[in-house]
C-alpha cells in the first residue's frame, strides 16, 4: 500500500544562495553525486526546477524508495523552494 506524507526539515545553512543555486540548475546531478543513495531522479510533468513541476525518485536510505515530488511555489527573491 502506498504511503503519502510530507516531510518538512529545517536546517541552519550558511550559503543559501549557493543551495538554492544547486537545486535550481543542477538538481539532476544528486544521481551523480550520491549514487548509492540516489538511484534515479525523472521528471513526470515540468521542469525540474518550475512550479508545479513533479519528480519522480528513486533513492535507498538503508531500504529501496519510491517517492514523487510536486514543487509547489519556487521563490527566486527569497530563495527557497517548497
Request: hydrophobic share 40%; no cysteine; glycine share 6%.
Amino acid at each position: 500500500m502506498a504511503q503519502i506524507g510530507k516531510l518538512e526539515p529545517q536546517v541552519d545553512i550558511t550559503s543559501p544562495e549557493k543551495l538554492f543555486g544547486f537545486f535550481w540548475n543542477h538538481l539532476d546531478r544528486l544521481v551523480q553525486l550520491f549514487p548509492e543513495n540516489v538511484k534515479s531522479l525523472k521528471i513526470l510533468q515540468g521542469d525540474k526546477d518550475r512550479a508545479s513541476s513533479v519528480l519522480h525518485v528513486k533513492y535507498d536510505l538503508g531500504s529501496p524508495m519510491t517517492a514523487k515530488v510536486k514543487i509547489d511555489i519556487v521563490g527566486e527573491r527569497n530563495k527557497s523552494i517548497t
